[in-house]
Nanobody, 127 residues
Framework: QVQLVESGGGSVQSGGSLRLSCVVF????????MGWFRQAPGRERERVASADRYGSSVYADSVKGRFTISQDNAKNTLYLQMNSLKPDDTAMYYC?????????????????????WGQGTQVTVSS
């Protein structure tokens, strides 16, 4: 059974940094699509950043230049480095991945490709 476990959230002041981690359990490989999404109270869930196995990444316009998605295949871990944080970045952050076997390569630009989700980690940025 595949499980994604996030960590690294917390409370920081505006301008600060955090690094989120997401460990993938149940796979012996990293899924083809992995990503970070966030949802703030009263707002829809949105993609923050996603990447495929070959490193092709997509970022939300609001985080470009501030956030970086990366992965360590040896540790089955996905990261999100968040710098220059703003109060608008306050949200629950979720790690997500596609389901399926190693040879399944869906479009990582489609949110519907992400069928496995973590429980989330809260990020709060104060002004």
């Amino acid at each position: 059974q595949v499980q994604l476990v996030e960590s690294g959230g917390g409370s920081v002041q505006s301008g600060g940094s955090l690094r989120l981690s997401c460990v993938v359990f149940g796979y012996t490989y990293m899924p083809y699509c992995m990503g970070w999404f966030r949802q703030a109270p009263g707002r829809e869930r949105e993609r923050v950043a996603s990447a495929d196995r070959y490193g092709s990444s997509v970022y939300a316009d609001s985080v470009k230049g501030r956030f970086t998605i990366s992965q360590d295949n040896a540790k089955n871990t996905l990261y999100l480095q968040m710098n220059s944080l703003k109060p608008d970045d306050t949200a629950m952050y979720y790690c997500a991945a596609n389901s399926g076997d190693y040879y399944y390569t869906p479009s990582c630009r489609e949110i519907a490709s992400f069928g496995v989700w973590g429980q989330g980690t809260q990020v709060t940025v104060s002004s």
